[in-house]
């Protein structure tokens, strides 16, 4: 699927939320395929032999196109990160910590140019990336520390399940990754539709708590 791929995922999450006409400055398409050339240009292979891309941009923009993108530019962040995460999948890329977009002024661009760095950055402790996508679509990134998930509204996801316990299960770090461990909950916990006591994550495994699914992914 590729660039093409990731160009219609863009034009559909970015264009379709922000149906704001750019006429005369940088479009958000075209920060999307920018970005896609960067991982695609600057990948490497690690120790551990895995295709990796950059997880670290910023987006240099002349003033007036920052004025344009101002209201939206959290949430254009946050889709761009997505669509790169999309584009990580599609070709088999690894990243090295959580993928993040940032949009600053740059008085070097004029109207309707732009530039982008990017980096390779570990996450903290030298995790590697790690989120649950929640029932709304929204996404919570994974740190190093744990994480804990039940009814009681202290918890770090509040899950409001009668079938959830008050504190049912905790997302652990360990090592490169993350693990889903049940705190002895009353209904328990499932990765895929298995009941589990402890898990290792893998990208796409879908946790189940009661009634309600959280994503995982390692990207």
Not at 8 to 16: C, D, P, Q, T
Not at 137 to 162: F, H, K, N, Q, S
């Amino acid at each position: 699927m590729g660039l093409k791929g990731f160009e219609r995922r863009l034009e559909h999450a970015v264009e379709g939320v922000f149906s704001r006409v750019f006429k005369n400055g940088v479009r958000p398409i075209e920060i999307g395929r920018k970005l896609t050339r960067e991982m695609d240009d600057h990948r490497t292979v690690d120790v551990r032999g895995r295709t990796v891309a950059p997880n670290q941009f910023t987006v240099a923009i002349s003033n007036d196109d920052h004025d344009q993108f101002v209201d939206i530019a959290d949430s254009l962040a946050r889709e761009l990160s997505d669509a790169a995460r999309e584009h990580a999948r599609d070709e088999g890329y690894a990243f090295l910590g959580p993928v993040e977009v940032e949009l600053v002024v740059d008085d070097g661009q004029r109207t309707g140019t732009f530039l982008i760095e990017s980096r390779f950055r570990e996450g903290a402790g030298g995790l590697g990336p790690g989120s649950l996508v929640l029932p709304n679509g929204e996404r919570y990134m994974l740190r190093e520390r744990i994480v804990t998930i039940g009814r009681m509204p202290d918890c770090d996801i509040t899950l409001a399940d009668p079938n959830v316990s008050r504190n049912h299960a905790e997302i652990r770090p360990r090592a490169e990754g993350y693990v889903l461990v049940d705190l002895g909950s009353t209904n328990g916990s499932s990765v895929n539709g298995v009941p589990v006591t402890e898990r290792e994550l893998r990208d796409g495994d879908e946790l189940g708590f009661g009634s309600i699914r959280l994503t995982f992914q390692a990207s």
